[in-house]
């Protein structure tokens, strides 16, 4: 069972940071990789990034390489994703996601949290 929380979205301008965090209720966490994707208006959703629990593993899409950072704090249960030098093309609902170790789909995930880029 697996619930999923993000916050820290909101309207920032061109350029500034910011760290999107995911609160999570997982009672195996090694059982579990966990994900960030997004969906810009008009498009499709769209792979960010991902990692295990450990943070021994991470994968970002090209498009963000660089400029994105998904990280971990066990002791809060929380994964973040922390965005560099924003972009009005980053603008879209940012989702966390879950998906089991031996399932090829994210089965799990949060409400979605926007982040709206002005230049």
């Known amino acids: 069972q697996v619930q999923l929380v993000e916050s820290g979205g909101g309207l920032v301008q061109a350029g500034d940071s910011l760290t999107l965090s995911c609160a999570a209720s997982i009672r195996t966490f090694s059982a579990y990789f966990m994900g960030w994707f997004r969906q810009a208006p008009g498009k499709e959703r769209e792979f960010v990034a991902s990692?295990?629990?450990?943070?021994?593993?991470?994968s970002y899409a090209d498009s963000v390489k660089g400029r994105f950072t998904i990280s971990s704090d066990r002791a809060k249960n929380t994964v973040y994703l922390i965005i560099n030098t924003l972009k009005p093309e980053d603008t879209a609902v940012y989702y966390c996601?879950?998906?089991?170790?031996?399932?090829?789909?994210?089965?799990?995930w949060g409400q979605g949290a926007q982040v709206t880029v002005s230049s």
């Open positions: 996601a879950a998906r089991r170790i031996n399932q090829p789909s994210y089965d799990f």
């Open positions: 990692m295990n629990w450990s943070g021994s593993r991470t």
